[in-house]
């Protein structure tokens, strides 16, 4: 089993609320990414938890805030976006240990419209 | 610097035609090399990947690639495709340094026409 489950699949939200956005695997995987992805373009890497301790923030602002409240979970918490924050968000997931086992699983993605 | 270079940002091919779709990076280190397809309005699929040993990798669907070492290539190919590989093609590498980042190319669009 190689899937990565989003919640959910579209959100559509004014630039005041807050929201969350959900991303699960039981794949025994340690490390899980969200990458954030517009039309046309390649994902780009927002953060990564690696054994439930964030390891890479690629200075996202703060306005996204994620979470890993364990091994399987990861939480992306939104909260006065912006329109241009639109896009296609992507949650990932690796074995994490390095190397060869860090081949990447893709969740289906929430597509998020800021009005 | 790494970075991956997908030379063709569209790729239009008749059905049942073959196809190639080209991916050169550029890396100071030894890399693990990827490709993933992207179906409208979904999220990333492996299609194959090379970590090692033999440098023809294929996919159950059809799809194969060949990592060519001297020419820094991961060029994918197939020989007849179907209206169904319509999708975007993402080739990506990952450094054998260790880490969690991977680095994508921009993407080739495949287009199969009836």
């Known amino acids: 089993d190689t899937e990565v489950t989003q919640t959910p699949k579209h959100l559509v939200m004014g630039m005041t609320n807050k929201k969350s956005l959900k991303c699960e695997q039981h794949?025994?995987?340690?490390?899980m990414y969200w990458y954030k992805q517009k039309a046309k373009k390649p994902p780009e890497l927002m953060f990564v938890?690696?054994?439930?301790?964030?390891?890479i923030n690629e200075s996202v602002p703060s306005r996204f805030s994620p979470e890993c409240p364990n091994s399987s979970l990861l939480n992306l918490h939104l909260h006065a976006l912006q329109p241009e924050d639109s896009a296609l968000y992507l949650c990932?997931?690796?074995?994490?240990?390095?190397?060869?086992?860090?081949?990447?699983?893709f969740g289906p993605g929430t597509r998020l419209t800021v009005l | 610097a790494q970075s991956v270079t997908q030379l063709d940002s569209q790729v239009p091919v008749f059905e049942e035609a073959p196809v190639e779709l080209r991916c050169n990076y550029s890396s100071s280190v030894s890399v693990y090399l990827f490709w993933y397809v992207q179906y409208p309005n979904q999220g990333l699929q492996l299609l194959l990947k090379y970590l090692s040993g033999s440098t023809l990798v294929e996919s159950i669907n059809g799809f194969e690639a060949e990592f060519n070492k001297s020419q820094t290539s991961f060029h994918l190919r197939k020989p007849s495709v179907h209206i169904s590989d319509t999708a975007e093609y993402f080739c990506a590498v990952i450094l054998n340094t260790g880490g969690f980042k991977t680095i994508f190319g921009a993407g080739t669009r495949l287009f199969v026409k009836a």
């Open positions: 938890y690696s054994y439930e301790k964030l390891s």
């Open positions: 794949m025994g995987h340690r490390a």
């Open positions: 990932a997931s690796s074995q994490g240990t390095g190397g060869t086992q860090d081949t990447q699983y």
